[in-house]
């Protein structure tokens, strides 16, 4: 970083106020209170504020403050702008980027103001001072140089021990660091363990104390029950009090009446029911008797008919058949009139059948299914023969027409066919006409490629000879400059050169000269020219002649084959004459004729091809006529045989009439007549017979009707005469039948109703006798000997049942109410008791239970309680929570104590490397301290050094000499701080922007030789950092001058 | 021997109601669910004995901590025990150092089905079932915290035409990460004649001795603390003509799991987080919970951030956030342990002669040189000689932990020399 401008506003005694610096070394020159302390202040001012600027207000005018420009190490501008009575300053860059102070602190590496007065900025007091550089600050930086970093081993170790104070410190009454904190919750926490771990043992007490308990109160819940139990015997006691009175009283009473153990149950009530029962059954008997008597008088009374009954099944038939005999009567007289219509009809169908048939013949007549059967199979087998016979006729006629249709067609094919054969040219053999043709194509095809190949090869001939010729010609032709061209091209040079000098020479002789040195000039350059150019078309000829001598070539081959394919068109030629003469007697051809030839050739084997064609179609046609022919011989055969078939079925047909006696001229189909008369025939006459019957059936039973109506009325009847009579007489049995038969039902009656009242009665008198041995017998069982007896003891039975009764009911509730006890003891307590005792004693009691049941509570309610804390106990985590945290604590403070220990040991370990350090290695600061001395002194002092452990500098001279600082002269003194600071400045230039030296006069004290030597170091100096030198001494400015040669040096006179 | 079947499980270690150790966060939420974890585990095993239909229960020891003075603890052990009784199970326990019969005890008064076997010599119990000994099950019970004898001398086999079980609080071989109490050896148990050695104390599951006779040690119920990582259970035993099956059944609500991931291939913050939450979804079980212990390890960009930026504070915070703990399948980070460094080249800085150098230098040789250790040792440890703020509470690391420690301070120490350095970048 360098200085480059400056403007001072107002500070001090300046005022708008620029100066301008150099990379190198600026001198500011100026006289005592010129303004160079100013100046400085300035700077440093500027750098790290006001401090110092206070002692320096604007006297002169202008705000107070001003602005810098430093360019760091890559070019890039930064203005520092300050104005000190506004406390105002603004780091900016030049592309107007502000930067913060801090920012800009760490670009030149963190200087202190303190580090920047002391290396970079002092003068001499600051020099002679060496105080200045044992700050702590400064020989911590001196060691820190060898650290690669900006900061201090003491910051670090500052920085360490903070960390470390934060976790722990020993001692400390108000101590909060980590440690203590965790420390102090580990101590609470050991307290709160401590008292709960105190707990478990109050379990097991209060476990003891809850197992007695639980004894106390199982003793007193038993007792509580027995109590209550004899509360519960006394309360029974006094509620069965009554009881017990009344017992007594019915057991005395029981014991003042007779013992009548025994009486029948319901004796009374029994004995008035048998008394009523008595009169009932004998009122009952009564009644019996009386109408027994009079159904006996009924039974004497009744009249029956007995002929009637015995009669009785024939006179019910008669009535049955009645309506029969009737019936028959009434259709006698129709069926007379059916009989004699079926005998006219009869004779009727005989007399047409003929004379031949009778009825004995008709009965014979054979007409069952199988006869006309027969009948139907033989009219069948007539129409089917009929029908054969037409159907052949038919086909016969179609096949002759067809035939005759063939035969026409045949004719005209082949007249069609004498046609063509006129027609043919050659009439040679059409294999022979076609292999010509086939031959001849061949040949034109050959010579049409022949052809072509001519016309290629006269076509490449003709390109190639113009070829040829123009690169002949090309050859031959090949010249380069005429002679004229010779000639004229000298004279025209000779021209341009006389010309020009003549005219400015003004003499012709050097015109002349020049126009034949001209000429000269000119035919040499044209032959130089020209012999250059004909080389190189030499080479070209000799390659166009070779090329020519292939073309030749070229062409010689291709004539040849010119030649060749010619006498191969001629050959081709010549063949297809000879094939053409084959068929025309002719020498020469033309090839038009040629072409005539195979055309006609052609067209012939068109022609012999359809001609083949009708053959075919012709012979084809023949052999259909044959088969027709054929086929109408077979059919007229079949014809014949139907015929012959026919004549010997009508041979039978007569044979199967004759053998059933019917006329020969017959036919079957008109068999179907007479075979339906002779059926109707047949049915008439069944008819006939079976009325005959059926009269002579109904005569018979009209009599046997009436020969009965006889024998029952004893009178006799004429048919059909007294027919109306016997009706009435059947009517009349009938009536008196039916009273007969009633009478004898109502006797039957009577019968049955005698017996049961006489059974009745029987029963009634054996209750009656049942009734009065139970009368008696109930005496006996009651013990007394009449029914006034029976009452007398009923009465004291009576009384003593109801006092035994009401004995029960007490002694029974008794027991009830004292139920769950013994009953003899409760008795027996019973009967030594009074009323006062017991209630005394039931009092006594419950008094007791009270107070037991008092103490009972209180004990339950205590052993609750216990057993809630007990489980409370059970469930506490607060033990285990506690626990928990004592190892988290613990963990955490050895976690606290680790990072403790490892920062004390990266402490300790600094600490060690730092001593290894100074012991071992002097820093880089004290080595390059070493190189300034030795150069300032000319090798005097060889080397700076800092023994380990002590904070000192040492010099050591060329004789390995050590040396005090106290030993030094003045000026060799400030000569070794010089040194340091610039090995200093050097160091820090290594890590961070460096920053511009500025000393003021400090080569006071320093002898001209050693000033020299110091101005070589600044030179050196120079090599990493800007250089501003204020001195009021010429000569000081002259031994820079000199040392510098002017290079990089840049006085500014203030 | 009697042939018929019969099947017992076989659990030690319950730490009924006994805290988590080595856990730090102070979510109350959190707190409540591993306080009830040994709860939650205790009734998976009450639930496994009661649906697999065993025959009996042993348990080896440490149901509860008597150190505690735990009420809730035993009272939870019996409401279990009523609900075995229930469900026609026996019980036999044996005491072991955590709940010897030396200490308090609740009263309660136990359910038939429970035996709890006595102090002084080792007792035999016959097992009935239908009507014949099927086993006979020995055992002891501690009579105080300290039992440094062999309890297991006094073990003798008196029939062997019964199935023996031995019921043992024990240090089989002198482990010497458990207290070694009632101490014997593999070969001793192998020689007495038992048929399965039912064994408490060491909270790793462990078969010792496959078959003939079984040796086991089913590890504890739950897990209490970062070191006791993976399945926690019970051995389910099913014994069939003399012959043992067993298999290892899981009864842990919440599963300790330390993750691990490096820093050193991530950019940024989102791709940390991602790169965990993937890691979560393959941790994530069905049921319960898991506790992870989350180690960031590496050197990486990301290293500056956690440490100087607050970044550790807030992805544990984000971490958390995101899950449900009252629900099944959580994953909780307990605590975030950086380990990560600087992405520096440490070679390149031995190498050079700088502070940071002699600094390198310096750790290096803290760790190697028991003279350097010593001397860092004696004022690291200063704070634990505070007895009032440190030294009662917590005991100094041991000396392979302060090692570990040493390396992490060497990443501070770093940091601050090179902060201007990290800052730049």
New interface residues.
Partial sequence: MQLKNIFIDGFGIFSNKKLDFIAGLNIVFGNNEAGKTTLLSFLRSMFFGKKGAEKYPPLSGGNHGGIIIMEDSRGEEIKIERDFSARRYIFQKANGTVVTESEFSKMIGNPTETLFNNVFCFGLDELADFKTLCDEEVSGRI??A??????S?VS?NG??EKIMESI?K?GGRK?DRE??RI?NT?QELEFKIKSL?E???K??EL??ELAELEEQLQNDEEKQVELKKEIAFYESLLKGWEHWLKIREYEEKLNSLEKIENFPPNGLSILESLKSQLKEVELEIEVKESSFRQIARDLESLAIDNFILENRTDIENLKDNLALFNENRQHMEQLKREFETTCSKLKDILHNLGSTWDEKKLQRADVSLQTTAEIENYRKRFEDIGWQKRTLQSTIYDLKKEKNELHEEIQKKTAEKDKLIKSLVFKGNPEEIKDTIYRMENLFESKKLVQLKNENLEQNLKILRKQFSEYESDVNNFKFFGKGVKISTALLFATIFSIPIYLLSNNVFYGILAFFSGVLFGTATVLIIEKIITNQFRKDKKEKLVRLAEIKDIIYTNEIELEKSNKELAAIDEKLGKLAGLFFQKKEFSDEEIYEVKRKLEKDISTETRISIIDDSLSHLEKRLTTKKREIKELEEKIELLKKESYSLMQKWQDYLSARGLPDELLPENMGNVIEAVKKGKDLLEDKNSLEKEIASRENSIKKYACKVSELTGREYKIPEDAEQITTEVRNLQDKLLETTELVSKKEQLLAKKQSAWQSLEKEKEKLKKINKEIRDLFILAGAENEESFLQRFEIYKKRQLFSDNLATHTANLKAISQGFEFKLYKKILSESNLTILKDKLEKLHGELRGLAKRLAENRELKGSIITRLES?????K???C?????????????A??K???????????N???E??ER??QPAVLKNASRYIKLITDGKYQKIFSPYGEHVLRLENNRGKTCELSQLSRGTAEQLYMSMRYALVEEFAKRAESLPVIMDDTFVNFDEIRIKRTAQAVHELLKTNQVLFFTCHRHIVKIFKDVFQQERIHVINL | MVDIKFKFVHAADLHLDSPFYGFSAESEKIQKILRDATFVAFDNLINLCIEEDVDFLVIAGDIYDEANNNIRGQYKFYEGMKRLEQNGVKVFVSHGNHDHLGGYRATIKWPENVHFFSCEKPQEIPFYKNGTVVASIHGVSYPKRDVRENLVCDFKVTSQDTYNIAVVHTNVGGRSDYENYAPCKKEELLKKGFDYWALGHVHKHEIINPAKPVIAYPGNTQARNIKETGSKGVLLVEVEDGNTSYEFKETQYVTWIELKQSITELQSGEELIEAILKKFTKIRPQKGGVIARLYLEGRGELHYELTKKGFDKVLLELLREQEEVERDGFVWVESLILQTGLRIDKAKYLQEASIVGDFLQVAGKTLQSEEFFEKIKKSALQIYEDVNKVGRYISPPSDEELKSWLQEAEEVGLQYLLEDELDAT
């Fill in positions: 060691y820190s060898g650290l690669g970093s900006t900061k081993l670090i920085e360490i722990y020993k101590d440690v203590k420390a580990l771990k707990i478990p043992h379990y097991n476990k003891a106990m059970c469930n506490d985590e033990l285990a929570e626990l928990f945290k004592r190892n988290i604590y613990q963990e955490k403070l050895k976690n104590a680790k403790w220990v490892v920062h004390a040991m990266a402490k300790e370990m600094i060690l490397a730092k290894k350090y071992e290695r």
